[in-house]
C-alpha cells in the first residue's frame, strides 16, 4: 500500500525572540501561515525492518541525517511498528531557506506514516512527536495559521490572513539557523514587531496593516552579516510588494501582494537577482 502527502512551505509574519533559556533556544513568539510551495512525498510500505529514502534532489543527505527518516524512525519505534517503509521526496522547497521544508517533510511522513499504518495517533500526539525532531515541525503537522510560543512548539490556531500572493526569493548563500539565534543579542534587537497589531490585522482581513505589522528580530542578526539579503528587500519593495520580510532566519525574503496584476513585474525583476523565486498564493 502506498499513501501520498503535500508538505508545504511555511513564512513567518511575525517572529519575536522574547529570552534565551537555559536548555540553550529561545523563548519566541511567531505568526506562522503556509504557502502554497510544497514538496510532495510518497510513503510504501516495505515487509523488511528498514527505513529508505530517495529524492530526486541531490544536495539533501538521504540518511539518518534526513528529517523524513528521523521521523519514520521514531513512529515506528514509538510504535513498535516492525515493517519498513520506502519515502520518496520530490523536493520543491528550497533546502536551508528559512522556509521550513526538511521540518514539513518530517511531518508529513508522521501524518502519512499514520494513515499507512493505521495508528490512529491523534494530532496533538503527533505535535509532541513533532517537537522531538524541531522547534518547526508541530506546527507543520497541522498547519493553517498559528501564534507559535516557547520554542515554537505551543500553538494556537487562529484566523488565516486575507488571502494574497506570496513572492519567494532565495538568495544563493547559506545560513544556519543555530548560527543565527548563536548571534543574536537581546540589546541588538532595534525593534520588537507587536503581535497585537497583527493580530488586530488579521481579525479585520485588512491587508494593508497586516503588511505594516511583519516584523522578524532575526533580521537584526542576518541582514548585516549578509547585505544581499537587505538589498533582496529593497528591490522587492521598489517592484510593487506591500509587505516584505525575511523568513524565519533566512534567507529567504518574501513580498505580500494583493493584486495579480503586480506579480509578473517583481517575478521578472526578481530573476535578474536570484535564481530561485516563486510566486505562489497564501494556503487559507
Ligand atoms: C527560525 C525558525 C522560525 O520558524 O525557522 P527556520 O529559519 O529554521 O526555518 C525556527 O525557530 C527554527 O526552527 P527549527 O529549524 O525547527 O529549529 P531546531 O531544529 O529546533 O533548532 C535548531 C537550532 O536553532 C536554535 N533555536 C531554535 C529554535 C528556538 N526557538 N530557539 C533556538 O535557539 C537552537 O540553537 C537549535 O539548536
Ligand atoms: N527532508 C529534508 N529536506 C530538506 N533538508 C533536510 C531534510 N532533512 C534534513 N535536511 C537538512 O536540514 C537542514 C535545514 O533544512 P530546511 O529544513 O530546508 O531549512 P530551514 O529550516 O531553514 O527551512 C539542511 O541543512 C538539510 O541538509
Redesign the pocket.
Known sequence: MKVYEKAPAKI?LL?DVLRKRED???D?E?V?TMVDLADRLEMEELPRDTIIISSQAGYIPLDEKNLAFQAAKLIKERYEVKQGVYIHLDKKIPVAA???GG?SDAAATLRGLNRLWRLGISDEELQRLGAEL????PFCVTGGTAIARG??EKLETIENPPQCWVVLAKPPINVS??DV??RLRAQHIQEHPSLARMLQAIQGQDFHTLCESLGNV?EDVTLPMHPEVQQLKETMEKLGAEGVLMS??GPTVFGLVSKESKIARIYNGLRGFCKEVYAVRMLS
Open positions: 513567518n517572529l540553550g533556544y529561545h519566541v511567531m506562522m528559512g522556509l521550513a521540518s524541531g522547534s518547526d515541525v520554542r515554537g539557523t543555530a539565534y548563536g532575526l524565519g532566519s
